[in-house]
């Protein structure tokens, strides 16, 4: 059989502008939310979305050219998620990038340093399953709570984004959003202006040691289990079984450190929209899929580039309504959660008691639920499933 035959250059470009577009519709509220819940304004948060998406742009294009492979980059949704769990734990945003910068720090070792890649894989799916799923359990009770609020505007964010997740899903999320934000607009008074010149703000770390163990070690845990570890399993399953899996890794880290200094919180390989920039619908010759890459990464860069009026518009929706469309964006991530803590019968104990002390919010010795449901899993399951000596 012969090499396949290149599509149209028009074909990557396009796969490429789709999952920027769609990926930073579905979820820039979220890092939004997540931004603002940890102490940023409306300008840090424009300042971290902008830097996130520069980042992204860096690593696609640079790593994508270097390896002739489609390596896209995307920021971390369930981190943005733990953020908006962590309200009120952190203090200042400052304190925040803190755990950024650890974080980040955690992926360079993890790229430069193949056991420690190795004992993160090793992680029980249980665990990191239910570890997601009771980080975005709250989120997702946020329509619940928005329905109960402002029921009015509430019920029409959820209708239309069920009538569009029946017919259109890709433009769920996005037309519950602007519902939301149309509400908000009808709000501003009277020669209220939005701010267009994008900015990014340095925001200096005073690394709280609590705040650093709460919030950086477990964003690591998610970013690593809930996208970067998928992100490699979804390109070895299209065929691409030469990634650098530690140049990537360190690459991430690297581009993750950067825009923390300027308030974003993680950028990971990507996972689903790897599916789109990875896959056949990109180019029928694997070997030029990395220009979809490449593409991507411009979308997002050229969305940043936005960030401070969209930034503007959402700090000035009301809170409950944004965190309501996050939860809608979240649904499915929730589910496939559970689906993976709970698909092994045997266990499902470990699955639910590290679901139950995440959910519960629990803080001890200022260490937030996330880390101590991590903690609590691995007991679990270390005292259930430990091999018994024979006699």
């Given at each position: 059989?012969?090499?396949?035959?290149?599509?149209?250059?028009?074909?990557?470009?396009?796969?490429?502008?789709?999952?920027?577009?769609?990926?930073?519709?579905?979820?820039?509220?979220?890092?939004?939310?997540?931004?603002?819940?940890?102490?940023?304004?409306?300008?840090?948060?424009?300042?971290?979305?902008?830097?996130?998406?520069?980042?992204?742009?860096?690593?696609?294009?640079?790593?994508?050219?270097?390896?002739?492979?489609?390596?896209?980059?995307?920021?971390?949704?369930?981190?943005?998620?733990?953020?908006?769990?962590?309200?009120?734990?952190?203090?200042?945003?400052?304190?925040?990038?803190?755990?950024?910068?650890?974080?980040?720090?955690?992926?360079v070792v993890t790229g430069a340093w193949p056991a420690l890649a190795r004992l993160v894989r090793r992680v029980p799916t249980p665990v990191a399953?239910?570890?997601?799923?009771?980080?975005?359990?709250?989120?997702?009770?946020?329509?619940?709570?928005?329905?109960?609020?402002?029921?009015?505007?509430?019920?029409?964010?959820?209708?239309?984004?069920?009538?569009?997740?029946?017919?259109?899903?890709?433009?769920?999320?996005?037309?519950?959003?602007?519902?939301?934000?149309?509400?908000?607009?009808?709000?501003?008074?009277?020669?209220?202006?939005?701010?267009?010149?994008?900015?990014?703000?340095?925001?200096?770390?005073?690394?709280?040691?609590?705040?650093?163990?709460?919030?950086?070690?477990?964003?690591?845990?998610?970013?690593m289990a809930g996208q970067n570890i998928p992100g490699f399993t979804i390109l070895e399953q299209l065929g691409y079984r030469d990634v650098p899996t530690g140049r990537v890794l360190?690459?991430?880290?690297?581009?993750?450190?950067?825009?923390?200094?300027?308030?974003?919180?993680?950028?990971?390989?990507?996972?689903?929209?790897?599916?789109?920039?990875?896959?056949?619908?990109?180019?029928?010759?694997?070997?030029?899929?990395?220009?979809?890459?490449?593409?991507?990464?411009?979308?997002?860069?050229?969305?940043?580039?936005?960030?401070?009026?969209?930034?503007?518009?959402?700090?000035?929706?009301?809170?409950?309504?944004?965190?309501?469309?996050?939860?809608?964006?979240?649904?499915?991530?929730?589910?496939?959660?559970?689906?993976?803590?709970?698909?092994?019968?045997?266990?499902?104990?470990?699955?639910?008691?590290?679901?139950?002390?995440?959910?519960?919010?629990?803080?001890?010795?200022?260490?937030?639920?996330?880390?101590?449901?991590?903690?609590?899993?691995?007991?679990?399951?270390?005292?259930?499933?430990?091999?018994?000596?024979?006699?």
């Amino acid at each position: 059989m012969g090499e396949p035959t290149p599509g149209p250059l028009s074909q990557p470009l396009t796969a490429g502008a789709v999952a920027s577009v769609t990926g930073f519709a579905s979820s820039f509220v979220l890092v939004l939310a997540g931004l603002a819940a940890v102490g940023a304004s409306p300008s840090q948060a424009a300042s971290g979305l902008l830097a996130l998406c520069l980042a992204q742009f860096v690593l696609a294009a640079l790593l994508s050219w270097r390896t002739r492979l489609p390596l896209s980059f995307v920021w971390s949704t369930p981190g943005a998620a733990l953020l908006v769990a962590a309200q009120g734990r952190t203090g200042s945003l400052g304190a925040a990038v803190g755990a950024f910068l650890l974080c980040a720090l955690l992926v360079v070792v993890t790229g430069a340093w193949p056991a420690l890649a190795r004992l993160v894989r090793r992680v029980p799916t249980p665990v990191a399953g239910a570890l997601l799923a009771g980080v975005l359990f709250p989120l997702c009770l946020a329509p619940v709570t928005a329905v109960r609020r402002t029921p009015v505007v509430a019920v029409l964010v959820v209708l239309v984004w069920l009538a569009l997740r029946r017919w259109r899903p890709v433009l769920a999320v996005p037309a519950a959003m602007v519902v939301a934000l149309a509400a908000t607009v009808a709000d501003l008074p009277t020669g209220a202006a939005l701010h267009w010149v994008p900015t990014l703000t340095p925001v200096l770390p005073p690394f709280d040691p609590y705040v650093l163990v709460s919030l950086g070690v477990p964003l690591y845990v998610v970013t690593m289990a809930g996208q970067n570890i998928p992100g490699f399993t979804i390109l070895e399953q299209l065929g691409y079984r030469d990634v650098p899996t530690g140049r990537v890794l360190v690459g991430a880290g690297l581009g993750t450190g950067a825009a923390a200094l300027f308030g974003g919180h993680s950028v990971n390989l990507s996972a689903l929209a790897a599916g789109i920039i990875a896959g056949p619908g990109a180019d029928r010759d694997p070997g030029r899929r990395w220009i979809a890459a490449v593409a991507g990464g411009t979308g997002y860069l050229v969305l940043g580039l936005l960030a401070a009026p969209i930034a503007g518009l959402v700090g000035g929706t009301d809170p409950v309504l944004v965190e309501a469309v996050a939860g809608l964006a979240l649904l499915d991530s929730f589910v496939g959660g559970l689906v993976s803590a709970l698909a092994d019968t045997a266990h499902r104990v470990t699955a639910g008691a590290t679901f139950a002390v995440v959910a519960s919010g629990l803080t001890f010795a200022g260490i937030g639920s996330a880390f101590w449901g991590l903690l609590a899993g691995l007991v679990v399951f270390a005292a259930l499933h430990r091999p018994r000596a024979r006699a």
